[in-house]
C-alpha cells in the first residue's frame, strides 16, 4: 500500500480528484497526473489477484483513461478537493472492492470558493472599457 492509501479510500468515498504522480510505464517515466479515484483492489478476471490503485486518468489518450497501478509505481498522491462525476466515465459494469454510495451526483465545488481563488489582476483583464 502507498502511504496516503487512507486518503485515497477517502477521496474514492467522497468524490474528490486526486493529484497522481506515477511511474509510467508507456512513457518509461514518472508523470504527474489529475486523476479520479475509482478502486482499490484485484483486476477482475485475473489468476493471481493483485491489489492496484485504479484511477480514471483524465490526461490519458482517449479510450484509455481506466488504469490499474501497482503500488510501486505510486511516488504520490494528493487530494485536490475537486469532485469527479463516475456517472459520466465509461467504467462497464463493474464489482467493486471499495464500498461507497455513487447512486447520485457528486458534490459541486460552490461558485464562491472559485470567485475567491481569482486573481485581481484576472479580473481586471476582463472587466469591460
Wanted: proline fraction near 11%; hydrophobic fraction near 40%.
Amino acid at each position: 500500500m502507498i502511504s496516503s492509501h487512507t486518503q485515497f479510500i477517502d477521496a474514492i468515498r467522497a468524490r474528490e480528484r486526486i493529484r497522481l504522480s506515477f511511474y509510467s510505464l508507456p512513457d518509461t517515466g514518472t508523470v504527474d497526473h489529475e486523476c479520479a479515484p475509482l478502486d482499490y483492489g484485484p483486476e477482475p478476471g485475473e489468476g493471481a489477484p493483485v491489489n492496484q490503485y485504479w484511477v480514471w486518468d483524465y490526461n490519458a489518450t482517449p479510450g484509455k483513461h481506466f488504469i490499474g497501478l501497482n503500488p510501486d509505481q505510486i511516488v504520490s498522491c494528493r487530494v485536490l478537493g475537486m469532485g469527479f462525476d463516475p456517472l459520466i466515465m465509461d467504467l462497464g459494469d463493474r464489482a467493486w472492492s471499495v464500498p461507497r454510495s455513487w447512486s447520485s451526483a457528486p458534490p459541486v465545488t460552490p461558485v464562491t470558493t472559485l470567485i475567491a481563488t481569482a486573481t485581481p489582476a484576472a479580473v481586471a483583464v476582463n472587466k469591460p472599457a
